[in-house]
C-alpha cells in the first residue's frame, strides 16, 4: 500500500512529459508514454521503465519508502539519484510529465533572501554547470506552508540556442503546498504554451519562446540536475513515484483522470468474508434480519486497526446493525479479525448481483475497500 507523506519544498523538474494510464498498472498502455516509472520494486539498484522504450534507471544511493501507490524511491537531499542512459523528453515538440512528489525541507536555501529551495526531478545535462532541459518548481516560504510554480527552462553553453518559459513566476500552484505530503503535479508543452497542472486541475498556461535545440544531452537523471558542484543545491530531497513521460500534450480530462487513479490507490484491499463459513455466501433479500461480514487479518493488515464507525456495506454503504463490531478468530487462523453485521434491508444488494464490496477507514484515517462474492435469493 502507499501512504501519504509529504511534499513541500522546492522541486526541479528538468524536462516533463506525462501519460494517462491507470496508476500502478502496465497494461494496454498509451502508445504516447514513452517513459512510466512506477517505482515498485522494493529492493535492489534498478528502476524500470515499464514500456517499451527501456528508459530503466540505475539508483545511486536513492532508498526504497512507501509511496501513494505501493513503493516509491526518496532521495536524501545530498547526492542519491537515478542515472537513465538516454535523455526521454530531449527534443520533443509536444509533451507531457506528471508525477507525484512528496517533499521535505531543504538543508540549504538556494536564494538566502527569500528562503526558497530548488529539488530536481528530472534533467537533462549537456556540458560543465550547463543543463539542456529542466523544469523547477520553486516554494517560497510563508508561515511554514509553501506556495510553488514551475520553471521550465533550456540552458544552452555559449554560442548555442535554448528555450525559455516567460511569465514562469506567474504559473502558481493556486494552494498550499505542505511538507510530507503527496501531491500530484504535471507538466504539458503544447504549441507555444508551457501549462502546470496541481492536483488535476489546471494552474495556467503561459508562453514558451524558442530559441533552438542546443546542444544534445549527454546526462540524463531523475533527482539531479547536472554534474557541477556549483549546483549540489539542486539535488530532489523527498520521495517520487509513478513518474510519466508522453510524446504529446494531455488533456485536462487524461491529467485529470491520473491525479484520480493515485488517490484511488491510496485504498487499502482488504480481505473480506461475507457470511463466514457459509458457501456459497447466499443473500436472501426477502430478510429482514442481518448479514454477517469479517475483516479478515493477514500478514498484511490487521484487521483491528478497521474503525467500525467508518464503515458501509453494500451498494448503499449500510452501516452495522449492532452497537460494537466483534473481535475474534472468524477463520480459525489463530488471527483475531473483525466482525460486524449489516440489515439487509439497507444493503442495496439487488437481484442478480454476484458480489457485494465493504469500504470504510482505519483509525488513522487509511481509506479501506474488500469485496466478496454472493449468491442472491429470494427474487421471486
Known amino acids: 500500500m502507499k501512504r501519504q507523506i509529504g511534499i513541500g519544498v522546492m522541486i526541479s523538474f528538468g524536462f516533463l512529459t506525462m501519460a494517462v494510464l491507470g496508476i500502478g498498472t502496465t497494461g494496454d498502455l498509451d502508445p504516447s508514454l514513452v517513459a512510466y516509472w512506477p517505482m515498485d520494486e522494493g529492493s535492489g ?3 524500470y521503465d515499464v514500456t517499451t522504450n527501456g528508459n530503466d534507471g540505475e539508483i545511486y544511493g536513492a532508498t526504497w519508502t512507501d509511496g501513494i501507490c505501493r513503493k516509491a524511491l526518496r532521495f536524501d537531499g545530498m547526492e542519491s539519484h537515478v542515472e537513465l542512459q538516454t535523455p526521454v523528453i530531449g527534443d520533443l515538440g509536444e509533451w507531457t510529465l506528471v508525477a507525484w512528489i512528496n517533499v521535505e525541507e531543504g538543508d540549504v536555501p538556494v536564494w538566502d533572501d527569500d528562503g526558497g529551495h530548488v529539488h530536481t526531478i528530472y534533467g537533462e545535462y549537456t556540458s560543465h554547470a550547463l543543463t539542456k532541459n529542466f523544469v523547477l ?9 509553501w506556495v510553488w510554480w514551475p520553471y521550465f ?15 514562469w513566476d506567474e504559473l502558481k500552484s493556486g494552494a498550499p503546498i505542505y511538507l510530507q505530503e503527496w501531491y500530484h503535479v504535471a507538466f504539458s508543452k503544447a504549441g507555444e504554451n508551457i501549462c502546470f497542472w496541481y492536483q488535476g486541475s489546471l494552474a495556467g498556461c503561459y508562453p514558451y519562446e524558442h530559441y533552438g535545440s542546443g546542444a544534445p544531452p549527454t546526462h540524463t537523471w531523475l533527482g539531479k540536475r547536472d554534474l557541477s558542484s556549483n549546483w549540489e543545491d539542486y539535488v530532489y530531497h523527498g520521495a517520487i513515484d509513478e513518474m510519466k513521460i508522453y510524446n504529446r500534450a494531455l488533456t485536462a480530462e487524461e491529467i485529470n483522470a491520473d491525479y484520480e487513479a493515485g488517490l484511488t490507490c491510496l485504498l487499502l484491499d482488504v480481505a473480506i468474508d461475507i457470511k463466514p463459513g457459509s458457501d456459497p455466501n447466499s443473500i436472501n433479500l426477502k430478510s429482514k434480519g442481518v448479514i454477517p461480514v469479517a475483516v479478515l487479518t493477514t500478514p498484511e493488515f490487521d484487521a483491528a486497526d478497521v474503525d467500525p464507525t467508518t464503515v458501509g456495506f453494500g451498494p448503499d454503504t449500510a452501516g452495522i446493525a449492532h452497537s460494537a463490531a466483534h473481535l475474534e478468530d472468524v477463520d480459525g487462523d489463530g488471527d483475531i479479525d ?8 439497507e444493503t442495496g444488494i439487488q437481484c442478480g448481483d454476484t458480489y457485494a464490496t465493504l469500504t470504510g477507514e482505519t483509525f488513522d484515517g487509511s481509506p479501506i475497500e474488500g469485496s466478496d462474492s454472493i449468491k442472491t435469493v429470494g427474487c421471486k
Open 45 to 47: 539498484n534498478m528502476t
Open 137 to 145: 518548481l520553486q516554494g517560497h516560504k510563508d508561515e511554514n506552508t
Open 153 to 167: 527552462d533550456n540552458y544552452p553553453p555559449p554560442g548555442h540556442m535554448g528555450d525559455y518559459l516567460a511569465h
Open 338 to 345: 473483525l466482525l460486524m453485521h449489516f440489515r439487509t434491508q
